[in-house]
């Protein structure tokens, strides 16, 4: 099925060569790679998002192209080098499995410019960009730990990967900042999108006892799950306030446009170079849906926590210390972006086991 | 507590129990239908698009089954007039239900849908524990249970019945004595649609109300797979849809209570506990045979 996907991308690549081949040459291609459709309304959605933005901003000095459902791994290659070959100036790869591939075919056209989310192999013409949403789920924590009246918490969390895992241990922070007590239940369901699973998950934890739902998993079902029950939580990837206008609080929105439009800029320029940058909050790439349904002090807290974030605050600032009581960070020390991308241990007060 | 964890695995198994009733019937008649997740997704699009459209969860339903039912006739037309393999052209049913059914519903993804309302009666769903259970459901919960009945009844007890057995027996026969096996065969991969359709509408209309692509996540697999569990008999469908819904809400529940047990082996549990189950009932070899369509899968052309 997957092969299929990627053939029918393979066309749309070659459809897409032959329509942009007979626009005019000054202007600068930008191709983008999804890993999943872009109607999935999460990740590969908010990527595509990120590209129709760039296109309303700069107009008619860029066009852009885009294929969908690309399989991860070296099939992704073809898709890059035809990229590369039909005059992209700039191929971004969307996701990390794409790492090999890219880094691959951008060894093969110094030419043209790469650039590869939250992976960490990189080439003079292949850039790394990724997003903190880390600092977006401190928040979530304050306010779960703030409107919670169970001091209770679930979280449907998908695979145990460092960024899922420093999630967690971002919300926990933020919800011990608030109540040294707070609980949280972690379910997993093992997979990034499989909206029946969310809800069964979602409906599970809400019947022990939690009150307020948080996941890192891509539907909206959950969040449905908690409008339905008269109960609380938070949006992921996009804002999903329609889905749940008494339910959701806030969502942590990926905006992928102004890293793009930023990026695009600089190649139209000539200022672009493989950079390594990892965008929070403050540049905009972190975007707090409106808080909502919430205690007027619980927003102004959010608010004060969001102004300090930008203000270059990190929510991983120690002391931290881990579940098993061994402080991990010393009071003031912030934990280098190694260390979190690498994630694989829980804070004090998470009360599950990582597989290790 | 239990009323809560038994009223999610009504939702959980109910999408499951009607494609698998559907697809009974149409392996009964001796077609083997790969499809049922591609019109499973199909269902689930067309129910949510005419929801949407009309603002009515019941028509919806109503459009999922049609959706259904038309993308079966793809494949009956293929496997049962131009005598195609019936394997091959389930996989591609698949493949192109969950290509068309994102193209469809590219403009209704990030909408919010209407759910299906839950049943009320005054008095008997406000009763303690058995009250929103049995009288608290929604209309297709009620429908995929009538339908086993229906089915059950129709296979065993009527001429109907005894002629799609036979047709997915021994076609050659049935042919002989006259029977429209190619008729016959037509309306049970019909109905088989029909149902898996409603399948996919239970998903984007009553169980979580959104569309997004490939949504059925696999379900109309499982649901293939029920029928075989099921040996064929319709009541052990039911069966096989609970048991499989009951295990997998209650691993997110031992996952809240922090049993501590990997969560990736709790996944595992509802296909073990079906494939243990399965074993364990087909122990008597003899009876799950008789029940085996001699036909399934076998193209039948008429003058050979």
């Not at chain 1, 409906?203 to 890192?216: M, N």
């Not at chain 1, 804002?239 to 600089?266: C, E, L, N, R, S």
């Not at chain 1, 909050?281 to 974030?309: F, P, R, S």
């Amino acid at each position: 099925m997957k092969k299929l996907a990627l053939l029918a991308g393979t066309a749309l690549a070659f459809a897409i060569g032959a329509v942009s081949g007979a626009a005019a040459a000054d202007k600068l291609k930008a191709c983008w790679v999804y890993t999943g459709p872009i109607g999935d309304f999460g990740y590969s959605y908010q990527h595509d998002q990120g590209r129709l933005a760039v296109e309303k901003a700069l107009g008619d000095k860029v066009e852009t192209a885009y294929v969908e459902n690309v399989t991860e791994g070296p099939d992704a290659e073809r898709v890059f080098e035809r990229f590369a070959r039909e005059g992209c100036g700039i191929v971004f790869g969307t996701s990390f499995g794409f790492m090999d591939a890219e880094l691959k075919v951008a060894k093969k056209f110094p030419d043209v410019k790469f650039e590869h989310a939250t992976g960490y192999k990189s080439a003079p013409n292949m850039g790394l960009y990724n997003a903190r949403f880390y600092e977006g789920r401190y928040i979530l924590g304050q306010i779960a730990a703030k409107e919670s009246k169970k001091a209770l918490a679930g979280y449907i969390v998908s695979f145990p990967i460092p960024e899922v895992v420093m999630g967690i241990n971002a919300f926990m922070l933020g919800a011990q900042s608030i109540n040294p007590d707070f609980k949280v239940k972690i379910v997993w369901v093992n997979s990034w999108f499989d909206p029946g699973k969310e809800a069964d998950a979602a409906k599970a934890l809400f019947d022990q006892g939690a009150d307020i739902i948080v996941q890192h998993t891509d539907s909206t079902a959950a969040i449905q799950v908690a409008e339905e029950r008269g109960l609380k939580g938070f949006g992921q990837s996009s804002d999903m306030i329609k889905f749940a206008p008494k339910a959701q609080m806030t969502a942590i929105v990926d905006d992928w446009g102004p890293h793009y439009i930023k990026a695009v800029q600089a190649v139209l320029d000539g200022t672009w170079k493989a950079d390594d940058v990892w965008e929070g909050i403050k540049d905009g790439t972190v975007h707090m849906a409106e808080y909502a349904n919430m205690a007027d002090d619980t927003k102004k807290l959010a608010e004060e926590t969001q102004a300090k974030i930008v203000g270059g605050w990190n929510p991983f600032t120690g002391p931290i210390v881990d579940q098993d009581g061994k402080e991990r960070y010393a009071a003031g020390v912030v934990a280098p972006d190694g260390d979190l991308l690498g994630m694989n241990w829980y804070v004090k007060g998470v009360d599950d086991k990582l597989p290790q | 507590m239990l009323e809560a964890i038994l009223l999610t695995v009504v939702t959980a198994a109910t999408p499951l129990l009607l494609a698998a009733i559907g697809e009974l019937v149409v392996e009964k008649s001796g077609v083997l239908n790969l499809g049922v997740e591609g019109m499973m997704v199909m269902g689930a699009v067309a129910g949510f698009a005419v929801t949407i459209t009309t603002g009515s969860p019941f028509l919806g339903v109503l459009g999922g089954a049609v959706a259904g039912v038309l993308v079966s006739l793809i494949f009956a037309f293929v496997t049962l007039t131009l005598v195609a393999n019936q394997v091959a052209s389930g996989l591609a049913l698949t493949l192109f239900g969950l290509g068309l059914s994102g193209l469809i519903g590219e403009s209704f993804v990030g909408q919010p849908g209407i759910k299906l309302q839950s049943l009320y009666i005054p008095g008997l769903t406000d009763l303690p524990f058995v009250g929103k259970l049995l009288f608290g459901q929604d209309i297709l919960v009620y429908l995929s249970f009538a339908s086993v009945f229906g089915v059950s009844w129709f296979l065993n007890r009527t001429r109907g019945g005894l002629i799609l057995r036979a047709v997915g027996d021994n076609h050659a026969s049935a042919h002989a004595l006259g029977y429209p096996v190619i008729g016959v065969r037509y309306l049970a991969v019909m109905f088989g649609g029909a149902m898996a359709g409603l399948g996919g509408a239970y998903m984007s209309v009553a169980y979580t109300p959104l569309w997004v692509e490939n949504m059925t996540a696999g379900r109309g697999w499982i649901a293939l797979a029920l029928v075989v569990f099921a040996s064929w008999l319709p009541w052990r469908a039911v069966f096989g849809a609970y048991l499989f819904g009951t295990v997998t809400v209650l691993q997110f529940h031992a996952q809240a209570l922090g049993i501590g047990f990997p969560s990736q082996f709790l996944s595992m549990l509802p296909y073990l506990a079906t494939i243990v189950v399965l074993v364990a009932i087909s122990g008597n070899r003899r009876a799950t045979l008789f029940n085996t369509p001699a036909s399934l899968g076998k193209p039948f052309v008429p003058d050979r």
